[in-house]
């Protein structure tokens, strides 16, 4: 047995995990390269191996949530962890002029591959799992729940802050006669939401939330905050508390983190949402102190697990489809992304939030579970 070999079998024997094991969250290894990338790369070399091929596991979120709870990512630092948090603490990341890199890097990756991952009305966020059976239910569900939770009423001016292809945007038209503006920095995704809200009294712009100048009633953020960066928390929160109405309500619903920290994982940061960056409960009530009452903070982070687990469901169903217009690496880039991220809502290590907010509201507010 090599030196690189000997050294990740000793980290995996603190765990379940073992190398060509008979468990399905084991690692069968294709290519003994592997031990080399992932000692020298860290996340970056885990994830870029298995794209490569040179791994498997029939069961990555599993594997992911072991190596968690087994507190093994903290042991392997790489230069590559140096100097993705060197980044996100030297540079504004998320400035203005960058806002629009996640935009061109994911979300316009291909509005097939997410028409075919996702629920029918493409929702891209954690859905509502409490009664539901099923993805479309648990999505449905949520909007719901975000809907009730701002008291939506018929001629209510929305601003939907990151409306990615347009399903609250809609749903709030359409459900509860509301006048919406949605916003996003995908080109592909502000196409296909102008085209599904034809006819209903919903605007959709290709736009930085800093642009904005649009008074309202209502706020929602649904699955947007992850892109704002900390270095823009006070901006994001003070534009969005001079457009709200006094007696308004803003709803936040996004995933956060059990500890601040700077930066994402490195892997997730070069491949899927680049200058991505979650928050902790602690940097969201520095951000909103003095300019937002905070009135109901809900958390259902383990929905997320199953929503994940269900878009890699969809994913796999429709491979064949796929593979026709896609690499081989790039599905298995998707494959990963969304094992790995199911792994970490299993683990608890991230966890997922909706926030409830109101300005000068006088009245006593009483949120729907």
Not at 95 to 116: M, P, Q, W
């Amino acid at each position: 047995m090599n030196h690189k070999k000997q050294l990740i079998v000793k980290l995996l024997d603190e765990t379940p995990i073992k190398i060509n094991g008979s468990n399905p969250w084991d690692v069968q290894i294709n290519d003994d390269s592997f031990y080399g990338q992932v000692l020298k790369e860290g996340s970056i070399g885990l994830g870029e191996s298995y794209m490569q091929g040179k791994w498997e596991s029939d069961q990555i979120d599993e594997m992911i949530n072991i190596i968690l709870q087994h507190n093994l990512d903290e042991k392997v630092h790489t230069k590559f962890d140096l100097i993705t948090k060197l980044r996100f603490l030297l540079f504004n990341l998320q400035s203005k002029t960058r806002a629009y890199i996640v935009g061109r890097k994911h979300y316009d990756f291909g509005n097939d591959l997410f028409e075919k991952m996702l629920d029918k009305e493409l929702n891209y966020s954690c859905g509502y799992w409490k009664n539901a059976n099923n993805l479309d239910e648990a999505q449905e569900a949520k909007l719901d729940l975000i809907a009730q939770k701002l008291q939506l009423k018929p001629g209510m001016k929305v601003l939907d802050v990151g409306c990615g292809w347009g399903g609250f945007s809609e749903f709030a038209a359409r459900k509860y006669g509301c006048e919406v503006k949605g916003i996003t920095i995908s080109k592909e995704q502000a196409d296909y939401a102008q085209k599904r809200c034809q006819g209903l009294p919903v605007e959709i712009a290709l736009m930085d939330y800093r642009d904005l100048d649009e008074k309202c009633n209502r706020i929602v953020s649904i699955g947007m905050f992850e892109h704002v960066g900390q270095k823009n928390y006070a901006t994001y929160f003070t534009k969005l508390n001079s457009l709200l109405a006094d007696d308004g309500l803003f709803l936040l619903h996004t995933i956060g983190t059990n500890t601040s920290h700077l930066g994402n994982d490195p892997w997730l940061n070069k491949y899927i949402f680049p200058n991505g960056v979650l928050p902790s409960i602690a940097q969201l009530s520095r951000a909103t102190e003095g300019k937002f009452i905070m009135e109901d903070w809900q958390n259902f982070g383990p929905d997320y697990d199953k929503t994940l687990m269900a878009w890699h469901e969809n994913l796999m169903r429709n491979k064949p489809e796929l593979q026709k217009h896609y690499s081989k690496e790039e599905l298995r880039m998707f494959t990963y992304y969304l094992l790995c991220c199911a792994g970490t809502f299993r683990a608890r290590t991230t966890q997922l939030w909706q926030v409830v907010f109101s300005k000068k509201r006088k009245e006593r507010y009483d949120a729907p579970r």
